[in-house]
């Protein structure tokens, strides 16, 4: 499976960094990383078979 962004949803990932960034930056290398990191998690659960619980 390939992740695809919607120029909107590309959008308010950099306003959301930006707006981070200029109050904290440590704070929003962590929130990046922590977004890429699900979205990488989401992208390799898609072979796992679904469960209940």
Known sequence: M?????PRAVENLTELAD???AHNP???RRVRAD???SLRNLVLSQSRPATDG
């Open 2 to 6: 390939r992740l695809r962004f919607t």
């Open 19 to 21: 707006y981070i960034r």
């Open 26 to 28: 440590d704070p929003a």
């Open 35 to 37: 977004i890429y990191r």
